[in-house]
T-cell receptor
């Protein structure tokens, strides 16, 4: 029944590793997003995809590569992890058009050691 | 997106109405007012949005002033579970250039027993 799900919920890894976070939505939405919330609790957009096409890339380092195999999935792959990547990452989805309210997943807490 | 100003924090007694203000004096004619909240350790949750008329749903009411330069989110009977950070966001929904939410610092509402 979960509308927007993310896996894993927690991710602890060493600097320099490569990791992926998966996101799936079962709401039939055509737009998906990745947001980052840092230690100071600021929530910031990273990427948005509409119908599997990249719409927004908010000056995110190219170590971050989103991949949307279909409209229901938007995965985030991160290469060469750095200490500053430690944060909570939220996936969200919405249906483009009037209203366009976004539904968020539970978040993935990434800790880079 | 128009800039918004919210108080950093507010307190409310359980069972009483919580009135959360937001100033958006530079709002343009086609921008809507959205409210989201984030309960600790969870993803943000959509609450309500409106253009110029007052809106009500099962969660809250939104009162927008006639000049649209400010608004108030009302939780009619606050409960302890309403303790969260509340974000006021103004944006044009569905615009192709606006596939994102720009979060400010929000208001930490603490509901006290």
């Amino acid at each position: 029944d979960t509308a927007v799900s993310q896996t894993p919920k927690y991710l602890v890894t060493q600097m320099g590793n490569d990791k992926s976070i998966k996101c799936e939505q079962n709401l039939g939405h055509d737009t998906m997003y990745w947001y980052k919330q840092d230690s100071k609790k600021f929530l910031k957009i990273m990427f948005s995809y509409n119908n599997k096409e990249l719409i927004i890339n908010e000056t995110v380092p190219n170590r971050f590569s989103p991949k949307s195999p279909d409209k229901a999935h938007l995965n985030l792959h991160i290469n060469s992890l750095e200490l500053g990547d430690s944060a909570v990452y939220f996936c969200a989805s919405s249906q483009a058009g009037l209203g366009n309210e976004q539904f968020f997943g539970p978040g993935t807490r990434l800790t880079v050691l | 997106d128009a800039k918004t100003t919210q108080p950093t924090s507010m307190d409310c007694a359980e069972g009483r109405a919580a009135n959360l203000p937001c100033n958006h004096s530079t709002i343009s004619g086609n921008e809507y007012v959205y409210w989201y909240r984030q309960i600790h350790s969870q993803g943000p949750q959509y609450i309500i949005h409106g253009l110029k008329n007052n809106e009500t749903n099962e969660m809250a009411s939104l009162i927008i002033t006639e000049d649209r330069k400010s608004s108030t989110l009302i939780l009619p009977h606050a409960t302890l579970r309403d303790t969260a950070v509340y974000y006021c966001i103004v944006r044009v929904p569905g615009a192709s250039s606006n596939y994102k939410l720009t979060f400010g610092k929000g208001t930490l509402l603490t509901v006290n027993p």
